[in-house]
């Protein structure tokens, strides 16, 4: 198998930005009340599940059992529509995050009902976190680090 490059070390600048990102989503949902570290954590799996990242599944389920998470949950994530295990605000952020991965525009009515649920902080933050994940698991399936490396 090809070594694929370094990517922080290749770009270092740019990894900082992305780090510097985690960290304020992780700091602004924690203070939020309609968002929550949990909230976080669940987004990142599921766009992780639906955009295939194996190195972000393996980092985010270990990170999710360590805050507290159970196992349940995180087997039922792939199917919460059908799953009584997640509350009515983490439904709504799940929904959010399989729109938005799918890449579909977002009409009004969904817009002001997400709006309505998580305020104009918490959309703005849920709807970066989402494409911050995204992003993560695109650079991730160019560079392929191994799986579990990160611990």
Not at 57 to 69: F, K, N
Not at 113 to 122: H, I, T
Request: with cysteine; proline share 3%.
């Amino acid at each position: 198998m090809l070594k694929r490059i370094n990517y922080y070390a290749a770009a270092p600048q740019a990894f900082e930005l992305l780090l510097k990102q985690e960290d304020i989503l992780g700091k602004q949902f924690a203070q939020i009340p309609s968002l929550g570290k949990t909230i976080l954590e669940l987004v990142k799996l599921r766009a992780s599940q639906i955009n295939q990242c194996a190195f972000c599944l393996d980092m985010h389920s270990t990170q999710a059992l360590e805050m507290g998470e159970t196992h349940e949950r995180i087997i039922a994530l792939s199917a919460w529509q059908d799953s009584p295990l997640f509350s009515e605000q983490e439904r709504q952020a799940l929904a959010w995050v399989e729109h938005l991965v799918a890449g579909h525009s977002v009409d009004d009515a969904h817009y002001e009902e997400m709006l309505a649920s998580f305020g104009e902080s918490g959309l703005t933050y849920l709807t970066i976190a989402i494409n911050a994940i995204s992003s993560w698991n695109r650079m991730v399936k160019v560079f392929k680090p191994e799986v579990g490396s990160f611990r």
